[in-house]
């Protein structure tokens, strides 16, 4: 049923996995670290320690046997629909809620737009697709989708805070559900990366 | 796309539910605090301080803000609230309704959070950050005070400086320090029985040693102790 | 007093008051501890002829790899905690340990197991230091034996001063400096233990981390090669 390295395809990813769900854990909290050693003070909005993340995710991703596919438009689809799922309340509160914008300079915005997409796509690859598959190979799909929605809340936690972490958790189960009903971590990335990018013009 | 069983696609869908469920209820409760949906990227880390009069050096920074609340007398028992705009806000006024000396005539109320040049220089240490005029109005502009055996709640965010800091009130013509606690997220707050102009102040460090220079001098001491237990075992052993 | 709107930090000194009366907060904490020793009431514990060792922590095959990413995470976090921002929001430190350390990581063992033994910092440290040459040197002759009066009060103990650090004297435990100092004491400590016990005996009794995290992982669904079931609560009623 499934071929190795589709993008589309995650029980594909676990057929070539070189790493356990525990050693990968681990790895994604070393990435963690290194993000905010590189980003310093910087935090977050620290471009260089966001690509540098994104690139140890997904060379991580690679050891443990996953290789980018083909886009399926099926999986596109349903990326646009989770995205709408995950901007729906923010355009909600910017169309109702006057306030003060703190994102006003467009410079940089390609670079930004790079990065954070890289990001978003490393996560889901990483988290939604070697992970999930690792998990789910041992223990279930529901284990799956609770594992890497804790873990995806986790990692956000020391870059925003522990107020991030509810709504991560929300976040997470919904690109976990997306990951179960579109078969395939394209959704979930396409979702991820586009609510994202929405965030340029939404906070 | 792999082949999806309709069961699987029923228990994703499901998660979907329950997750869009969570993030309207976070959304509605929330608002903006909620942020963007995933915040990757994003400036959403404190902002570094925005000074009102920059020290020669000091990186340019935008403005600081003031805050302004209008609220009816009852506010429906809920605390008056108001604070600056930044992210998160450098100050905030928090007030019990049944604090303040309320005239019975007025129909509603302004607070005032404002960024204000220090009166007179800070006698207990230096000044981090701004100072902050804090009050609370009538209509016409009248001045509305603290009832007796009330008090006000004064959170100031710190500029991140290294020491011990404590708020000050400019009131009576002088500055004087308030018991202050710091609860965290780089607050310090602090109550007062008036309302006035507030200041964080970072104390001179009194013993003269720098925070790694103490670190040092404990964890020497523990060396210290741990070598002699060894000595002590090995004694006892003979 | 009251707190700022937009803090959500836990336990890091925000004072709130009570949603009910003071008499039903306390008959209520009451309860909940009453209702935890229910818990364990009936639990069997080994006779106090039996072994010394089979009820603490886990003494996993040591992996230098993980080890030594543990133990730089451990000495990155104590360098942030000594010359970062004294402000609490502003370093790392505070939140890593007494957020994701102290609480996240013994719920993250409740859901997954005890991940833990692996990377922990300061059971490698214990590890490291745990060798007979190095004891020969400096304590003159071999382990010393742990006695059977002191079951697991060591790691009882420490437990206590971190929760008390954490729930009593967060105004300053929470402070980068004293937490990265705290850290490096613990850290001395831990190697002490495991040169003058070794290692396996003082993982199992007397790291409070290590006794800790195998604690709650009893719940989890992983046992990570320990003995038991592979579901949820499947280490509860095993040995170790």
Redesign the interface.
């Known amino acids: 049923?499934?071929q190795p390295g589709?993008l589309?395809?995650?029980?594909?990813v676990v057929a070539r996995r070189r790493a356990g769900a525990g050693e990968l854990l681990v790895v994604v909290g070393a990435a963690t670290v290194l993000r905010l050693v590189v980003a310093g003070a910087?935090?977050?909005?620290s471009?260089r320690g966001?690509a540098l993340f994104a690139v140890v995710l997904l060379a991580v991703a690679a050891r443990a046997g996953w290789r980018p596919g083909r886009l399926?438009p099926?999986?596109l689809a349903w990326g646009l629909v989770?995205a709408v799922?995950?901007?729906v309340?923010?355009v909600?509160?910017h169309l109702a809620?006057p306030?003060?914008q703190?994102?006003v300079s467009g410079h940089g915005f390609v670079v930004?737009a790079v990065?954070?997409t890289a990001?978003?796509v490393a996560?889901e690859v990483l988290l939604r697709g070697v992970l999930f598959g690792a998990v789910e190979e041992g223990a279930g799909?529901?284990a799956a989708?609770l594992v890497t929605t804790v873990v995806f809340a986790l990692v956000?936690v020391p870059?925003?805070?522990v107020?991030?972490l509810?709504?991560?958790?929300?976040?997470g189960?919904?690109l976990?559900?997306?990951?179960?009903?579109?078969?395939?971590v394209t959704a979930p990335a396409t979702a991820?990366a586009l609510?994202?990018l929405?965030?340029?013009w939404?906070? | 796309?792999?082949?999806?069983t309709s069961s699987?696609?029923r228990?994703?869908?499901?998660?979907?539910?329950?997750?869009?469920m969570?993030?309207?209820i976070?959304?509605a409760t929330?608002?903006?605090?909620?942020?963007?949906?995933?915040?990757?990227?994003?400036?959403?880390?404190?902002?570094p301080y925005r000074y009102l009069q920059p020290a020669p050096g000091q990186a340019t920074t935008a403005p600081p803000?003031s805050g302004s609340e209008n609220v009816k007398p009852s506010n429906q028992g809920l605390?008056f609230?108001a604070?600056t705009?930044e992210?998160?806000?450098q100050a905030?006024l928090?007030a019990?309704p049944n604090a303040i000396a309320i005239p019975p005539s007025v129909p509603n109320l302004t607070i005032t959070v404002t960024p204000v040049p220090p009166v007179a220089p800070i006698p207990n240490g230096k000044l981090d950050g701004n100072v902050y005029r804090m009050a609370i109005t009538a209509p016409g502009g009248a001045p509305i005070g603290v009832r007796p055996g009330g008090h006000v709640?004064v959170?100031l965010r710190?500029t991140?400086?290294?020491?011990k800091t404590v708020i000050d009130r400019f009131s009576a013509g002088r500055w004087s320090a308030l018991p202050t606690?710091?609860?965290?997220?780089?607050?310090h707050?602090a109550?007062s029985d008036q309302l006035a102009d507030f200041a964080l102040v970072l104390l001179p460090d009194s013993s003269g040693l720098s925070?790694?220079v103490?670190?040092a001098i404990?964890?020497a001491v523990?060396?210290a102790v741990?070598g002699l237990?060894?000595v002590a075992?090995?004694l006892l052993?003979? | 007093?009251?707190?700022?709107?937009?803090?959500?930090?836990h336990a890091?000194?925000?004072?709130y008051d009570l949603p009910v009366p003071l008499y039903l907060f306390v008959l209520g904490g009451a309860a909940v501890v009453f209702a935890s020793f229910l818990l364990v009431v009936r639990r069997e514990v080994a006779p106090a002829d039996g072994p010394t060792t089979g009820d603490g922590g886990y003494v996993a095959p040591h992996r230098p790899l993980l080890g030594g990413l543990g133990l730089l995470l451990l000495a990155f976090l104590i360098y942030s905690g000594?010359?970062g921002?004294?402000?609490?929001?502003?370093n790392i430190l505070p939140t890593m340990f007494w957020l994701i350390v102290w609480i996240g990581v013994p719920i993250s063992c409740g859901v997954l197991g005890d991940w833990t033994p692996w990377v922990n910092p300061f059971a490698t440290l214990a590890r490291l230091v745990d060798r007979d040459d190095l004891r020969q040197r400096?304590?003159?002759?071999p382990a010393?034996s742990w006695p059977r009066w002191l079951g697991f009060w060591p790691a009882t103990l420490i437990f206590f001063l971190v929760a008390s650090g954490e729930l009593i004297y967060n105004?300053w435990a929470?402070r980068p400096?004293v937490t990265?100092?705290s850290l490096?004491?613990y850290a001395?400590?831990s190697a002490?233990g495991g040169l003058?016990f070794g290692a396996e005996v003082w993982l199992e009794r007397g790291e409070m981390f290590s006794v800790l995290w195998a604690t709650w992982g009893r719940l989890g669904y992983w046992r990570f090669g320990r003995p038991g079931r592979r579901r949820f609560l499947g280490g509860v009623d095993q040995p170790r």
């Open positions: 049923m499934s589709r589309a395809r995650g029980p594909s910087a935090g977050a909005s471009e966001a399926r099926a999986g989770g799922g995950l901007v309340g923010p909600v509160l809620v306030r003060q703190l994102h930004w990065v954070v990001v978003a996560e799909v529901t989708v956000h870059l925003y805070g107020g991030a509810p709504l991560d958790l929300a976040v189960l919904w976990g559900g997306l990951r179960v009903a579109s078969g395939g991820h609510a994202d929405a965030g340029w939404l906070w | 796309m792999a082949v999806v699987r696609r228990f994703g869908l499901a998660a979907m539910a329950v997750a869009a969570l993030l309207a976070f959304w929330r608002g903006w605090e909620a942020g963007p949906p995933i915040y990757d990227g994003l400036p959403l880390q404190t902002e803000t605390p609230i604070n705009n992210s998160p806000p905030e928090q019990d709640t959170f710190g991140g400086a290294s020491g606690v710091m609860p965290g997220a780089g607050f707050s109550d925070g790694g103490r670190a404990a964890v523990v060396l741990i237990l060894l075992v090995r052993r003979r | 007093m009251l707190s700022p709107t937009l803090i959500l930090a890091f000194g925000a004072r000594i010359h921002s004294q402000e609490i929001a502003e400096l304590i003159g002759g010393l105004g929470t400096i990265a100092v490096v004491v001395l400590i002490l003058l």
